[in-house]
């Protein structure tokens, strides 16, 4: 038996201690199984009856208090221990008169206190209970409540003043908030006349109708507003019955460029629109009749069923409705719509310009007279409801940077929100997309969930609105959508890790820049080893501003390398092409014919020189008009060698310094409130120039190598 006497503060505590043996090799705990607990009058000892053969020992065990919220540790320093006659350990703990010297004690453990808190994670189960697999010591044991930040993938600053977006409408009603929202919302349809109610009857094809509920937020996490919104469930409709046509056009990424590129060398602003309600706007011709809103149909009529006047959110027709009623009231202002892009609104009105860009709700307006750019603002909000956002900032989730110089564009928020859905977000960063030597097993593990790797896919291709040095990875990783493998999402990880460690990289556009065509186009032959396919790879440059961009493997196999290359420079004649289309609709005049750049000179023979055409008569005919258009002078051909050949990049994995080297060529800059370190180290920037450097000197003296090779061995055929 051990009589512990403690001190008077801990006499009160009912529990009991809890006990340590570290006097064997094989430390237990003493648990309060079966114990004798008697008080004394001063109500100072607590007697403990331990096993047999652990009354010899001498030493003392070691003894920790739990009693306490606080647990303080009550070594031997100041005890006095008695073995009495019946193998009984009389200890005496006395309080430290030193307060000092108890906090220093709790602050300051010993170093064994480590190894025993092993211990006691190891031994505090009952004897009956299985043996612990593992020693592992968890934050909470520790006292650690504070969440860990590498798991925190989101903000909690604005957290507790977010409403959480309700499952159903009736929690949204019990909201005032959310109430206010879908009241707004409807009060918005009735005043724009959206429905009458009808009657029901059993010839009715009736659809039903929900209740869309989102939290707005701002660029800095905190709330805007709850946006409300009533959505017709569409894929109830019928073809044929409730609606006919539904496609509906948008504007290209590529017009997007070309109009930001010319506004930024004709120093004209850019001001960015938002039509409220758009589709709301678009008018129906088909009969169709939709159930009344869920919670707040018309107390007097609630069989009644809704016959839509106008188009609402959810139906299939929407889009095309929208656009129609839009286009019509600008061809009747005056504008005409392109044929090379139907999305795109000109007017010219003697020598002034105005040019509207239109995807979906979202217009870009410029023009050379600022003040009819005003009235037209002034006549749309008239017309529709529209709101003036100022200059442009962000359209179609692209970050846009005014710099001294132009235009940033960057899409890092949303590069962010890829890294947080893949659970990336503290990965380690990689400096190539793909490595140089990428291949694919012929037999590997298919992924049991691929819906995972189909959507880090999909969003990776949105990514390369203003990335283009993804474009050839994820269009690799893109041919395996159908049935992925292990090692295929393993390549998805790469290219996350490298985007994680170039977040804030965008397209520079420059205000000082002529408005002249040029492209490159380049082909790798046979780059596929399971198709044995080639790919074709292009970029195209108003002055020094990159305008489109494309990596694509192409349909059939090359015989040659000459055949891929030719069929390469087709595709990006046919870009060309187009963009001068647009510039023709636009009346931008440019000084010189497009040139199209390549470093094949036998795919460059063909296309001034038909000798060749016992090698290329299987060629389609519809390739060959590359050689129709630089025999009509409109397409000027040219070499350029393979180091400069900057649609390289489309065509093949890159090592890291060619990346950088490319990067640099495709205008592809940090954002410009990163580019300064404040630390005085060199920026990234600093380092791609400085790589860039490096690599052409290389690629310099690798050409006058192969240069003196081939004049060396030709002198010794001559000889």
């Known amino acids: ?37 008697h008080h004394n009058d001063d109500n100072t000892m607590i007697e403990l009856h331990l096993p047999p053969s652990q009354s010899e020992s001498t030493s003392l065990p ?6 306490s919220k606080n647990p303080s540790v009550f070594t031997t320093a100041t005890t006095e221990q008695h073995l009495n006659d019946d193998n009984t350990i009389e200890i005496q703990l006395v309080e430290s008169d030193n307060e000092n010297d108890t906090q220093l004690q709790q ?9 025993l808190l092993e211990l006691d994670m190891q031994l505090v189960q009952s004897p009956c209970d299985p043996p612990l697999s593992h020693t592992m010591v968890t934050r909470s044991q520790r006292g650690i409540l504070k969440p860990n930040p590498k798991y925190a993938l989101t903000s909690l600053k604005f957290s507790t003043t977010i409403p959480r977006e309700p499952s159903n409408f009736r929690s949204a009603l019990a909201h005032p908030g959310w109430k206010a929202a879908m009241e707004e919302e409807l009060e918005a349809l ?36 709850l946006k409300a919104r009533l959505v017709a469930k569409g894929y109830h409709q019928i073809d044929g019955l409730d609606y006919t046509e539904t496609y509906s056009p948008v504007i290209k990424p590529g017009t997007i460029r070309m109009v930001i590129s010319i506004a930024l060398v004709h120093k004209w602003s850019i001001r960015q629109l938002d039509v409220k309600n758009a589709f709301l706007h678009g008018f129906v011709s088909e009969d169709i009749y939709m159930e009344q809103p869920p919670g707040t149909a018309d107390p007097q009529y609630p069989s009644h069923v809704c016959k839509l006047r106008k188009a609402l959110y959810g139906l299939k027709q929407a889009p095309r409705a929208w656009f129609d009623r839009f ?7 005056g504008f005409f719509c392109s044929l090379a892009d139907p999305s795109l609104f000109i007017f010219h009105s003697n020598s002034d310009t105005l040019i509207l860009l239109l995807y979906v709700d979202d217009i870009l307006l410029t023009g050379s007279s600022a003040p009819l750019v005003t009235n037209l603002i002034q006549l749309l909000s008239s017309k529709f409801a529209m709101k003036d956002l100022g200059p442009i900032h962000h ?21 962010l929100t890829i890294l947080e859905r893949a659970g990336m977000v503290d990965c380690k960063p990689m400096s190539t997309p793909l490595e140089a030597k990428t291949k694919t097993a ?27 040095d993804i474009s050839y990875s994820v269009n690799f990783v893109s041919q395996f959508m159908h049935a992925p493998t292990v090692i295929h999402f393993k390549m998805v990880h790469r290219i996350l890790r490298y985007i994680k460690g170039t977040i804030d990289i965008g397209l520079n556009f420059t205000s000082h820049s002529t408005l002249d065509l040029c492209a490159f186009s380049d082909a790798d032959w046979a780059g596929c080893s399971t198709t044995r396919r080639s790919t074709t790879g292009y970029c195209t440059f108003l002055g020094s501003n990159l305008i489109s961009w494309c990596a694509k493997k192409q349909p059939t196999v090359s015989r040659s390398s000459t055949e891929a290359e030719y069929r390469a420079m087709a595709h990006t004649t046919a870009e060309l092409t187009w963009l001068t289309f647009i510039l023709q609709d636009l009346r931008i005049s440019h000084t010189s014919l497009p040139i199209l750049y390549c470093d094949n000179l036998s795919a460059l023979h063909m296309t001034v020189n038909p000798v060749f055409h016992a090698r290329s008569k299987h060629i389609e005919l519809d390739y060959h008009f590359v050689r129709e258009r630089v025999a009509l002078g409109l397409l000027i051909t040219q070499h350029i060698s393979t180091h400069d050949q900057i649609a390289d990049i489309f065509t093949k994995p890159m090592s890291k310094t060619a990346l950088a080297y490319f990067k640099n060529k495709l205008c592809l800059r940090p954002r410009p409130s990163l580019r300064e370190d404040i630390n005085g180290n060199k920026t990234e920037t600093e380092r791609d120039v400085e790589t860039l450097v490096d690599y052409r000197n290389k690629s310099i003296a690798a050409t006058r190598k192969v240069t003196l090779e081939n004049k060396t061995e030709t002198e010794r055929d001559v000889g």
Not at 10 to 25: A, V
Not at 196 to 211: C, D, F, Q, Y
Request: proline share 7%; hydrophobic share 35%; no cysteine.
């Open 1 to 37: 038996m051990i009589e512990l006497h403690l001190p008077s503060s801990q006499s009160e505590s009912t529990s009991l201690p809890h006990i340590t043996d570290n006097t064997s090799k094989n430390p237990s705990v003493f648990t309060t199984a079966t114990p004798e607990q």
């Open 190 to 225: 009735h005043r724009n006349h959206t429905w009458e109610l009808v009657p029901r009857t059993k010839a009715m094809h009736v659809i039903g109708s929900k209740w869309v509920l989102k939290t707005k937020l701002k660029l800095d996490g905190s709330l805007d507003h």
């Open 107 to 115: 602050l300051s453990p010993s170093p064994s206190d480590s190894a």
């Open 442 to 468: 012929a037999i590997d593990i298919l992924l049991q969930d691929p819906q995972v790797f189909r959507g880090l896919v999909g969003a990776l291709q949105y990514l390369t609105l203003t990335r283009p």
């Open 327 to 333: 286009s019509i009231f600008l061809l009747q202002y």
């Open 395 to 415: 359209f179609l989730g692209i970050e846009i940077t005014q710099t001294p110089e132009g235009l940033h564009l960057s899409q890092s928020h949303y590069a």
């Open 62 to 67: 070691h003894i920790t208090d739990n009693t």
